[in-house]
């Protein structure tokens, strides 16, 4: 079944791709987000299962949601985006070299983004699913007044370890040296907020003998990795808003909804999608100056996590939430961010 899939995922991957090509902004923009996608996809969590029980049928029955987000009401109409061309729906810095590939090393020289003109500074760092928040934050700072420093590398995130890459086939050291670099930065510029991200992998390396970190003692180095990382922060006194990993569905929820679109509740995934608080926002506990996000209930219902939100599609692929619904969950991330900023 593991190599069904992978031949399954490998050829979706390739088609979007050329899907993509087509598209405005496609060739380069296509590689970057292919190649950033790929970078990541280095975890162990293996695919979702599925939900415990189809959602209801009847508009009188109610999905069991929880109480803090029972209020919402996501706007109806056509899936957007469409989950044919899904895998193009990303953030703008995938095309303007704002988020960097595997051999970039250097922090960015611009890459300002929200209200480019505001005193008020925030920098978003991490990998891909800390660069999936820049829509976000990006509609955010232009509406609240802040200015916002994208600082993204593909298949590195923020808590400091060091990964084996397992397709360049040797130890990701053009990570290491990028966020050290950015931390320095971050030190010296002394922003208002830090909002960061990463998505979990196991495929990590012991610094002491450059060996591979067996499966097993992985978890516990990538949450030494958040506590470098935030202590480090700390000791700059820049503040930190850690920003808990979005639901791993594990296969392409975009080519599923295509071939489910009368009933793309068929692609829901259950909770068990969501990794464990305790590898990211349950780090931020006895650290100066650092906070927990979570939209995990907002995203996700009280037993699944839906493939579409209305008419929103949530996923462009297997993990990466598209850049039109992560702009629709702008309030939603504002109410978290706003008591941290000035």
């Not at 960061?196 to 002491?208: K, N, P, W, Y």
């Amino acid at each position: 079944r593991s190599l069904l899939l992978g031949g399954a995922l490998s050829a979706g991957a390739a088609l979007a791709g050329l899907a993509l090509a087509g598209l405005p902004g496609g060739g380069s923009m296509a590689t970057a987000v292919t190649l950033g996608a790929a970078a990541d996809e280095q975890t162990g969590r293996g695919v979702a299962s599925a939900p415990p029980s189809t959602p209801p049928a009847s508009p009188s029955a109610k999905p069991s949601t929880p109480a803090s987000t029972a209020a919402i009401v996501w706007p109806k109409g056509a899936i957007t985006p469409n989950p044919s061309k899904a895998r193009g729906d990303i953030p703008s810095i995938y095309g303007d070299g704002c988020h960097l590939q595997a051999a970039a090393t250097a922090p960015p020289n611009a890459c300002a983004f929200g209200d480019t003109s505001a005193a008020t500074t925030v920098v978003l760092l991490g990998d891909s699913h800390a660069a999936q928040w820049f829509p976000a934050l990006d509609a955010l700072g232009e509406k609240h007044g802040f200015k916002v420093l994208a600082r993204t590398k593909s298949g590195c995130p923020a808590p400091d370890v060091s990964i084996f890459n397992r397709g360049l086939k040797r130890l990701y050291d053009e990570c290491d040296t990028w966020r050290s670099a950015e931390l320095a930065e971050i030190a010296k510029l002394h922003p208002a907020l830090v909002v960061a991200a990463g998505t979990r992998t196991d495929s990590l390396v012991d610094r002491s003998t450059g060996s591979m970190i067996d499966r097993s003692r992985a978890p516990g180095e990538w949450q030494a990795g958040w506590t470098r990382t935030l202590q480090a922060l700390a000791k700059a006194g820049v503040p930190v808003a850690v920003v808990r990993d979005t639901p791993w569905p594990g296969s392409d929820v975009a080519v599923c909804v295509s071939k489910h679109a009368s009933n793309p509740a068929a692609c829901d995934v259950g909770r068990d999608a969501l990794d464990s608080p305790a590898y990211d926002v349950g780090m931020v506990k006895g650290i100066e100056g650092a906070h927990a996000v979570d939209l995990s209930d907002v995203i996700c219902d009280a037993d699944r996590c839906p493939a579409t939100r209305g008419k929103y599609l949530v996923y462009r692929d297997s993990n990466h939430l598209t850049a039109t619904f992560a702009t629709a969950l702008a309030p939603y991330l504002y109410r978290q961010l706003a008591p941290l900023l000035p």
